[in-house]
C-alpha cells in the first residue's frame, strides 16, 4: 500500500512562482518513477513532468524553462518547481507514483491557480 500527500498548492500571480511537493510513504523503494499530471477545466488531462529513480527528467513543452521536478530518495519526495507562471498554469496537478505497468498510485490533487 503507498500514499502520496501533495502539498504547496495556492494562488501565484503571473510570473511569480510555487514549489509542489509529493511524499510517498508505505510499500515502496526509492528508485520508482514519480511525476505530475495536471488537469484544467476544459483541457486534456497533461504530464507535465517525470523523474526516474536515477534523476532523468521529461517535460511537456508548455513548461519547459519554467518547471523543474527533483526528488529526495531519503524521504521518497519528489518536488515541482514552478517559475514564470502564467496563467495557463492553472489546474489541479496531481502526483503520481509509478507502481508496475499496470497500476499507478496517485494523489487526491493540489490546485494551483495563477491568476492577478
Known amino acids: 500500500q503507498v500514499q502520496l500527500v501533495e502539498s504547496g498548492g495556492g494562488l501565484a500571480q503571473p510570473g511569480g512562482s510555487l514549489r509542489l511537493s509529493c511524499a510517498a510513504s508505505?510499500?515502496?523503494?526509492?528508485?520508482?518513477?514519480m511525476g505530475w499530471y495536471r488537469r484544467a477545466p476544459g483541457k486534456q488531462r497533461e504530464l507535465v513532468a517525470v523523474?526516474?529513480?536515477?534523476?532523468?527528467?521529461n517535460y511537456a513543452d508548455s513548461v519547459k524553462g519554467r518547471f523543474t521536478i527533483s526528488r529526495d530518495n531519503a524521504k521518497n519526495t519528489v518536488y515541482l518547481k514552478m517559475n514564470s507562471l502564467k496563467p495557463e498554469d492553472t489546474a489541479v496537478y496531481y502526483c503520481?507514483?509509478?507502481?508496475?505497468?499496470?497500476?499507478?498510485?496517485w494523489g487526491q490533487g493540489t490546485q494551483v491557480t495563477v491568476s492577478s
Open positions: 503520481y507514483l509509478q507502481w508496475n505497468w499496470n497500476f499507478d498510485y
Open positions: 508505505g510499500s515502496i523503494v526509492s528508485t520508482n518513477t
Open positions: 523523474i526516474a529513480g536515477g534523476g532523468d527528467t
